[in-house]
């Protein structure tokens, strides 16, 4: 079961969200608040698998709360859910440490399905957060050339979406090294999270 917290200054729309989720067999909604300052002490409190993190609210924003929960909580795994494609908050955002990025027009399958990828450590990111990200996103061309064909490869598999499980199978290598292999990469490129790093990729178009 994947246990979600919500955390949204609209009522209707965590009442919406949640009666969806609550006819998913596999994920519960454990909990709810409507400022970022709520959310923060929820997420501490709950320890949830995912936490649904609005983008602006009074008071606390998302990005604010997301880098609190961070802070005092590294393992916390962070849904931003959002209306707006302003580069002013989808960077700080991603850098704040959010795992994934979709938008209030998404299905609420869709955001059932983001949860379950991102609880298994896919990112899923909205084509038009990809694009705004992408837009906006570091240009340095040098970063990658640093990286070995090993860690090119596995780069492309992070890029399709692969869990460290699914890319040590496909390459025939312990989960062990692949974790060396991604540490590295991230390094190399300069970027804190996998997330990170799959943009700066769609962004390089290393990966065509």
Request: aromatic share 4%; charged share 25%.
């Amino acid at each position: 079961m994947i246990d979600v917290l919500l955390v949204d200054d609209h009522e209707t729309v965590r009442l919406g969200v949640a009666a969806f989720l609550s006819t998913q067999e596999d994920i519960s909604v454990v909990g709810e608040a409507s400022n970022g300052k709520e959310g923060v002490e929820q997420a501490l409190k709950l320890r949830p698998d995912i936490i649904l993190m609005d983008l602006v609210m009074d008071g606390m924003n998302g990005i604010e709360a997301t880098k609190e929960i961070i802070t005092q909580w590294k393992e916390a795994t962070i849904i931003i859910v959002t209306s707006f494609l302003d580069n002013d908050k989808l960077r700080p955002a991603l850098e704040a440490g959010a795992k994934s990025y979709v938008l209030k027009t998404s299905t609420a399958m869709q955001i059932a399905d983001a949860i379950r990828k991102t609880a298994q450590g896919i990112a899923v990111l909205d084509e038009k957060v990809q694009a705004q990200m992408i837009s906006s996103f570091r240009t340095e061309e040098s970063l990658h050339q640093s990286l070995t064909n090993r860690e090119k490869e596995i780069l492309k598999l992070m890029s399709d979406g692969k869990t460290n499980q699914q890319i040590a199978e496909t390459l025939f290598i312990t989960i062990k090294t692949v974790k060396t292999h991604v540490s590295h990469i991230l390094s190399k490129l300069d970027v804190d999270d996998r997330t990170q790093a799959v943009v700066y990729a769609f962004q390089q178009k290393l990966f065509k």
